[in-house]
């Protein structure tokens, strides 16, 4: 019944369904994945990074965590030149409210204003709904720390934790049971681990797997972005017990 109704975005079918739409969300579904949490005190965002091949050289940026503007951030899941299109379309659309009105742009308003452009890929004819999903990491004087999440239809919402990519639904029922309102940034990304540690197809967490952001107030006042280095994700993986201290060589 869906190959007549599944050719165009723009077509509905008898059940009310835009079969493209959802295909696009399949494809995130074979990404890998990513979790936000949000705490009390910060955003904690982890994404895991699919290695291919040995061979491949590690790139020296990060492949699943971008820097859209000093006080938001985003963590990728999908096909990752999609992603690269729309980051840069909300980069200048951050900048350009900071030049208009010399103050941060709220994150919701960001969001939405990014969400806006991708409904419109699943409108018009002639064009495919980009295949990615975001979790938007952010901090506004409006609402506090926020983290919402976006899929290829142009929704979004704001969550308090939230999972997208391979084994998304299983992520995101684990953080349902282990999620705390109070939740302090240090235990959100021992939440987060363990979650991953359960859900990916990996069998053991190495930093060269992970990629860990934090957006958080520092002792300054001011809103920080921070990735969390190889070396110092290998000791948070120890020290939350996800994984084994490697052997010292004598």
Same mark, same amino acid.
């Given at each position: 019944m869906s190959r007549r109704y599944d050719s165009r975005t723009t077509i509905f079918s008898p059940e009310g369904r835009l079969y493209q739409v959802e295909y696009a969300m399949e494809a995130i579904g074979n990404a890998g994945s990513a979790i936000g949490i949000l705490a009390k005190d910060g955003v904690v965002l982890v994404g895991e990074? +699919?290695?291919?091949? +040995?061979?491949?050289?590690?790139?020296?940026?990060?492949?699943?965590?971008?820097?859209?503007?000093?006080?938001? =951030?985003?963590?990728?899941?999908?096909?990752?030149?999609?992603?690269?299109?729309?980051?840069?379309? =909300?980069?200048?659309?951050?900048?350009?409210?900071?030049f208009n009105y010399q103050e941060p742009i709220p994150v919701e308003q960001l969001v939405q204003s990014l969400c806006d452009t991708k409904q419109g890929y699943t409108q018009f004819g002639g064009l495919r709904p980009f295949g990615v999903s975001f979790l938007f990491a952010g901090l506004d004087k409006n609402y506090g720390f926020q983290l919402y999440?976006? *899929?290829?239809?142009?929704?979004?919402?704001?969550? +308090? =934790?939230?999972?997208?990519?391979?084994?998304?639904?299983?992520?995101?029922?684990?953080?349902?049971?282990?999620?705390?309102?109070?939740?302090?940034?240090?235990? =959100?990304?021992? $939440?987060a $681990?363990?979650?991953?540690?359960?859900?990916? *197809?990996?069998?053991? $967490?190495?930093?060269? +797997?992970?990629?860990l952001a934090e957006v958080f107030l520092s002792p300054s006042g001011s809103v920080k972005y921070q990735v969390c280095s190889p070396d110092s994700l290998s000791k948070l993986l120890v020290k939350s017990g996800v994984t084994q201290p490697a052997a010292e060589t004598s």
């Open positions: 990074k +699919k290695v291919t091949s +040995k061979l491949l050289q590690t790139s020296t940026s990060t492949e699943k965590m971008y820097k859209i503007d000093d006080h938001v =951030a985003c963590a990728v899941a999908g096909i990752m030149s999609d992603a690269n299109i729309l980051i840069n379309t =909300a980069r200048l659309q951050a900048q350009r409210y900071t999440m976006s *899929d290829p239809s142009g929704n979004y919402g704001g969550w +308090k =934790a939230a999972a997208i990519g391979a084994n998304n639904q299983a992520a995101q029922s684990m953080l349902k049971q282990d999620y705390k309102d109070d939740i302090s940034r240090e235990d =959100a990304v021992n $939440l $681990l363990k979650v991953l540690s359960k859900t990916m *197809d990996s069998t053991s $967490l190495t930093s060269d +797997k992970l990629e």
